[in-house]
């Protein structure tokens, strides 16, 4: 049994996959190693169960740690069979999908132990872009293993027992685990941006079963499921989501199917997958407020670029690319965070995001619903840097920053003379400037559409741009 959860490794497995289609493959495979009285030592499968099966029908690869077993220490032979999970994966084209919770690297077969993990890491990197994969953490996940985790696609974490880290709280110089648990799944989700998803076991298994079965098989794959909503219907409620954004795709996607990704780390910039006429689409969207389940103010944010919030959001448009699905963004920003991090790490985190955007090849459309300033509203999937098609709700003001802003640039003499200068400049500099119908006269913006209108014509234009190949 996993001395972490309480769970054993098997019982993993088949609660993850459809019932009984489960099939182990390497179930014999012991370690080799005989030093340090290693012979006689019991390794039964070496401390890792592999296989395959099905989530919701669907082919998926899947390993699980078993931490009964030397603690689920990453040996030679244990390498071995999780490398050949992925060989079969990447032929057949499927999801891997690795339940971890290990001590590590097996001491007693040091060099052998290394290149087991140095082969793990090339398995993956062949599978990148490839075929989507998945790393649920359920106890520990240290050292080499950090690696494997950050090389996949997706990652679950445990919420109480869990750990994930590099180096251990205790050995990092002036702290200590009750001070920071910078290993804790907390720590790791909100503040490091490691982790996709927190939860329960239950939850996670749950979890992955969700996101698997929305995610293609493999770069060539499409998932489209047959659309039980109504295509022309109102998205009624767009509206007042227009805040807290996560409610506004609620009223868009099928049936208000959303799956947020990272929801911890940079909570203002908003990253999830939702379905529109069955197909999976991925969405970037700026986020101003976030509501609990009362419908009461739980955080507050600028409508501003962060540079984590641009560093997830372009990881999440090169894996949408990598994997064919269409991106929609919704768009209210009116400029860049103002901190000493922002002047450190923002140029290059939105220029991480301006290239993500423009390189993508993938349909791609954007809804302005706020304000779009400055080049941060050129970094969020503009007609100028590829956006395929742009909406506009009638409320939106598109232009270099907010009008009362720059008459105070363009006006300062006239201002320190007559300050009523400000109102009236204000009114001509929106009228002339800053109403989004201006950039829909010179081709930015496609069309003006009402908010119950928003589900109707996205669905539309990425039927349009089915076809696409560029």
Same mark, same amino acid.
Not at 439 to 459: C, E, F, L, M, T
């Given at each position: 049994?996993?001395?972490?959860?309480?769970? *054993?490794?098997?019982?993993? %497995?088949?609660?993850?996959?459809?019932?009984?289609?489960?099939?182990?493959?390497?179930?014999?495979?012991?370690?080799?190693?005989?030093?340090?009285?290693?012979?006689?030592?019991?390794?039964?499968?070496?401390?890792?169960?592999? +296989?395959?099966?099905?989530?919701?029908?669907?082919?998926?690869?899947?390993?699980?740690?078993?931490?009964?077993?030397?603690?689920?220490?990453?040996?030679?032979?244990?390498?071995?069979?999780?490398?050949?999970?992925?060989?079969?994966?990447?032929?057949?084209?499927?999801?891997?999908?690795?339940?971890?919770?290990?001590?590590?690297?097996?001491?007693?077969? *040091?060099?052998?132990?290394?290149?087991?993990?140095?082969?793990?890491?090339?398995?993956?990197?062949?599978?990148?872009?490839?075929?989507?994969?998945?790393?649920?953490?359920?106890?520990?996940?240290?050292?080499?293993?950090?690696?494997?985790?950050?090389?996949?696609?997706?990652?679950?974490?445990?919420?109480?027992?869990?750990?994930?880290?590099?180096?251990?709280?205790?050995?990092?110089?002036?702290?200590?685990?009750?001070?920071?648990?910078?290993?804790?799944?907390?720590?790791? *989700?909100?503040?490091?941006?490691?982790?996709?998803?927190?939860?329960?076991?239950?939850?996670? %298994?749950?979890?992955?079963?969700?996101?698997?079965?929305?995610?293609?098989?493999?770069?060539?794959?499409?998932?489209?499921?047959?659309?039980?909503?109504?295509?022309?219907?109102?998205?009624? +409620?767009?509206?007042?989501?227009?805040?807290?954004?996560?409610?506004?795709?609620?009223?868009?996607?099928?049936?208000?199917?959303?799956?947020?990704?990272?929801?911890?780390?940079?909570?203002?910039?908003?990253?999830?997958? %939702?379905?529109?006429?069955?197909?999976?689409?991925?969405?970037?969207?700026?986020?101003?407020?976030?509501?609990?389940?009362?419908?009461?103010?739980?955080?507050?944010?600028?409508?501003?670029?962060?540079?984590?919030?641009?560093?997830?959001?372009?990881?999440?448009?090169?894996?949408?690319?990598?994997?064919?699905?269409?991106?929609?963004?919704?768009?209210?920003?009116?400029?860049?965070?103002?901190?000493?991090?922002?002047?450190?790490?923002?140029?290059?985190?939105?220029?991480?995001?301006?290239?993500?955007?423009?390189?993508?090849?993938?349909?791609?459309?954007?809804?302005?619903?706020?304000?779009?300033?400055?080049?941060?509203?050129?970094?969020?999937?503009?007609?100028?840097?590829?956006?395929?098609?742009?909406?506009?709700?009638?409320?939106?003001?598109?232009?270099?920053?907010?009008?009362?802003?720059?008459?105070? %640039?363009?006006?300062?003499?006239?201002?320190?003379?007559?300050?009523?200068?400000?109102?009236?400049?204000?009114?001509?500099?929106?009228?002339?400037?800053?109403?989004?119908?201006?950039?829909?006269?010179?081709?930015?913006?496609?069309?003006?559409?009402?908010?119950?209108?928003?589900?109707?014509?996205?669905?539309?234009?990425?039927?349009?741009?089915?076809?696409?190949?560029?």
């Amino acid at each position: 049994m996993s001395t972490s959860a309480k769970t *054993s490794a098997r019982e993993r %497995i088949e609660t993850l996959l459809d019932e009984n289609s489960f099939v182990e493959i390497g179930a014999l495979v012991t370690a080799r190693a005989t030093d340090f009285n290693m012979k006689s030592v019991d390794t039964p499968s070496d401390g890792v169960i592999t +296989g395959y099966g099905l989530v919701n029908g669907r082919l998926v690869y899947v390993f699980s740690q078993d931490s009964s077993v030397l603690g689920g220490s990453v040996g030679e032979m244990h390498a071995k069979k999780i490398a050949n999970i992925y060989d079969m994966a990447l032929k057949m084209g499927a999801p891997v999908i690795g339940l971890v919770d290990s001590t590590g690297l097996r001491l007693q077969e *040091s060099v052998d132990g290394l290149e087991a993990f140095g082969k793990i890491y090339m398995k993956q990197t062949e599978a990148a872009g490839v075929i989507p994969t998945v790393t649920a953490v359920f106890g520990n996940c240290g050292g080499a293993l950090s690696v494997m985790a950050g090389l996949s696609d997706f990652t679950f974490m445990e919420s109480e027992k869990a750990n994930l880290f590099v180096n251990s709280p205790n050995a990092v110089d002036e702290n200590r685990k009750e001070v920071c648990d910078t290993a804790s799944a907390k720590f790791q *989700s909100e503040v490091a941006g490691n982790v996709d998803f927190v939860g329960t076991e239950a939850e996670i %298994i749950s979890g992955i079963i969700n996101l698997v079965s929305i995610l293609p098989s493999n770069y060539e794959d499409e998932v489209v499921a047959d659309c039980t909503d109504d295509l022309n219907r109102a998205a009624t +409620g767009f509206e007042s989501g227009l805040e807290d954004t996560k409610l506004a795709l609620n009223s868009i996607s099928d049936d208000g199917f959303v799956v947020e990704v990272k929801s911890a780390y940079a909570p203002e910039m908003l990253t999830a997958f %939702i379905k529109l006429n069955g197909a999976t689409v991925g969405v970037v969207a700026n986020r101003t407020k976030v509501y609990d389940d009362e419908m009461a103010v739980a955080a507050e944010y600028e409508a501003k670029l962060t540079a984590k919030g641009c560093d997830k959001a372009a990881e999440f448009v090169y894996f949408c690319d990598d994997f064919s699905i269409p991106v929609l963004t919704l768009t209210n920003v009116k400029g860049f965070a103002t901190s000493k991090c922002q002047e450190k790490h923002g140029a290059a985190k939105t220029a991480k995001l301006t290239f993500a955007f423009a390189n993508a090849t993938v349909p791609k459309v954007n809804v302005l619903i706020g304000d779009a300033f400055g080049s941060a509203y050129i970094t969020m999937n503009s007609k100028s840097i590829g956006a395929d098609m742009v909406f506009a709700l009638p409320n939106a003001k598109v232009g270099m920053m907010d009008a009362q802003s720059a008459v105070k %640039i363009m006006y300062a003499d006239e201002i320190e003379k007559d300050a009523s200068v400000i109102a009236e400049k204000t009114a001509e500099y929106e009228a002339l400037q800053g109403d989004v119908t201006k950039a829909a006269s010179r081709g930015y913006v496609d069309n003006i559409i009402q908010p119950v209108d928003v589900r109707k014509y996205v669905i539309g234009a990425f039927e349009m741009l089915y076809t696409k190949r560029q």
